[in-house]
């Protein structure tokens, strides 16, 4: 291979697209990496921080990747990242938040195993390569793709539990891959903003998610605050609560952030009722924008880590400048 060939980092962490049923009867677990199929002329080395579900995932994992893919920029032209699918979004939004967008780095994963007819592994596992090491792509940090579709680390989610489309978001993909005869054809149609980074030397602040429901009346809200450093809630509507919650949010001296249970669209305070988004905003609740729950308890995680304060973190979320 000529020394001008391109570098590929993969880094396998587990997931479906590394799993097959265990030998013990009990189900898919993570076992082998998947192969990266008819790749030719680029320079490929392999990684494998973990091996586990996405869902033993935690934001000390993410921050390890964040790490290697820090040291493997240096040599390498682009990386990939293979991930279960049930928290993804997650990963790549942290990975987002902290590394610089000069680095192309794309994370997939897969919905069927590798003994079922329609894996789609191999795949979205060529897609994401094909798509990291396309010039178009640099500068535009971390992104997903899944099923042809590329999608922004801050927008994407997990739409499906099985479908093979599984992930979407609002306002969709901002590009796509499709497989020609004359090889990969990669389309974006959306413009890389300038954006900063969020390095913690330590992840050491605890935020938990609150999920809102009709007849919520604050429980575990208390009990909740007194254990985290901060509070996301998946609200209702446009960041609307039960009138229960505005004396709870009035009395909270911690950042308490506002996100939509709602599947899309952006926190706005406009009602004045009794725990309407205008009212819980007056009592200090902060706007995630249009953050799900779990992506802004991630930033906020970052920014109360980074030593900001109530103000500070509101400013941050304010400007959407992420
Ligand atoms: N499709 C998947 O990867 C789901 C799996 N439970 C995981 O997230 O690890």
């Known amino acids: 291979m000529p020394a001008s060939a391109p570098r590929l980092a993969l880094i396998h962490t587990g997931g479906t697209i ?18 990266l199929p008819g790749l030719e002329g680029v320079r490929v080395s392999e990684f494998q921080p973990f091996n586990l579900p996405s869902p033993h995932v935690t934001p000390a994992h993410m921050r390890q990747l964040a790490q290697l893919i820090g040291e493997l920029a240096a040599d390498h032209d682009a990386v990939v990242v293979t991930h279960g699918t049930d928290t993804l979004e997650e990963t790549a939004f942290f990975l987002h938040l902290c590394l610089p967008a000069a680095v192309p780095v794309v994370l997939t994963g897969s919905m069927r195993h590798a003994e079922e007819v329609s894996w789609d592994g191999p795949g979205n596992l060529l897609d994401a390569a094909q798509v990291a090491l396309c010039p178009d792509t640099a500068g535009r940090g971390p992104l997903v793709v899944f099923g042809g579709d590329i999608f922004d680390a801050r927008t994407v989610t997990k739409v499906h539990t099985s479908a093979v489309d599984a992930f979407g978001g609002y306002p969709g993909p901002i590009g796509r891959i499709d497989r020609t ?41 208390a009990e909740a605050l007194s254990r985290a450093d901060g509070l996301v809630i998946a609200a209702l509507g446009t960041g609307n609560l039960p009138p229960e919650l505005l004396p709870l949010i009035e ?13 899309a669209g952006p926190i706005l305070p406009v009602y004045g009722y009794a725990g309407g988004g205008a009212t ?8 995630a924008s249009f953050l799900n729950a779990h992506k802004a308890r991630l930033l906020l995680l970052l920014l109360l880590s980074l030593g900001l304060g109530r103000e500070d973190v509101r400013r941050v979320f304010a400007e959407g400048v992420f």
């Open 18 to 35: 590394a799993s097959r049923p265990s030998p013990d009867g009990r189900g898919l677990t993570p076992q082998t990496p998947p192969e």
């Open 181 to 221: 005869p004359a090889g990969p054809q990669v389309r974006y149609f959306a413009t890389p903003e300038p954006r900063p980074t969020f390095r913690p030397d330590t992840l050491d602040r605890r935020v938990e998610i609150l999920y809102a429901y009709a007849g919520w009346q604050g429980e575990g809200y």
């Open 251 to 263: 009395a909270s001296d911690k950042p308490v952030v506002l996100a939509t249970r709602t599947h």
């Open 280 to 287: 819980l905003v007056a009592a200090g609740a902060i706007p």
